[in-house]
């Protein structure tokens, strides 16, 4: 029987600009103000869900702040900045890793983010600079020494930071967003006729299912994200970084991550490298600043990582091995049937990247966690010990 096929996703309100967060409105706020605003400002975004629902979407998409839980001689502060659609959730587990080693954490919320995905249709990738900004100067005003830490484009946005601000002593970066498809250089053409076809102003027009991250993406998130990688091409830092990616990360060009890691010349520099028992590692990287971690479980029924799964512990009750989440976006709309098949089944999916090899598998989900996540906090015990 010959499938089907679906009509074209309709744009709905949350495809819209809400007119609530396109721009960074921290100012001069103190940190603990800044975070309320923040929740007042998604809790009016989300007015229409039901109470506890509402609460859910409050708690993981505001920014937050944590004290250490132990003293140390240093005093150690670090900025956490999560990625491109997402939210501070996916900081939570980072933060309470940082919280316990001693470290002031803070983390923000980019512009465009926590609301609808209609926010990202007119946000610059400068104002999530300044959002970076803005949190690195109220964290420095209260530590010693100051760190950054990022997912993906919060990690490229740690970067740029770096390059222009002294304060700064060391990089945490995951899966960073260094280099993204030159493709995405044109995706703001559409502004000469979407005026006439709003839907050309996306990339993709899902149902949004998630509570912490968009599904719908815009053209103009690709174009600001390209900018981004433009502003920091061919940095080499001098100051520690700890990085992790993945060789099959089918989000961002993890060849820039590479180059970045070979550029970094800090002696205490580390990289773990998430690839299948079969990859290539890279030669010019030294072996005592790679960490190569096997992230193929066929037992489990894991093909390999993810853009997406990094920070993100089993135990992680929306994303995790287990969670209430599941990601099958890549069938939307082209297969409902599977599309509903791997969200009602999801045991039945095998899990890893969205790639032609992975889905030539079987049914695949993408990967939300990272099964290695435990000995991802040693290896970064390890390099906080290494820090002077």
Known sequence: MQQQESAPPRLEARHSVSGLNSRFQGGQLAFADYIASCREMIARAHAGTDAATQQKIVDGNAPFELEPTIATSRKRGILLTHGLS???????????FFQTQGFRVMAVLLPGHGTQPGDLLDVTWQEWARTVQYGADRLAAEVDELYLGGLSTGAALSVYHSQHDERVRGLFLFSPALKITARARWAN???LYSWLMPSAQWVGILPDRDLYKYESFPRNAAA??????QAIKGCEPNIPVFAAASLDDATVDVSATLEFMARAHHARNKLVLYASAAAALPANIPAAKLEWVNSALPDNKILSSAHTAIVLPPEDTH?????EYVNCNHYY???QEKYAACIQHPDAAWQGEITPANLEVGMLRRLMFNPNYAALEDSMKRFVESLL
């Open 189 to 191: 053409l559409h502004k």
């Open 333 to 335: 709309p082209h297969d």
């Open 319 to 323: 994303y995790g091995a287990a969670g």
């Open 224 to 229: 600001q994200m390209y900018a981004l990688t």
């Open 86 to 96: 997402d939210s501070p959730y996916f900081m939570r587990h980072l933060a309470a």
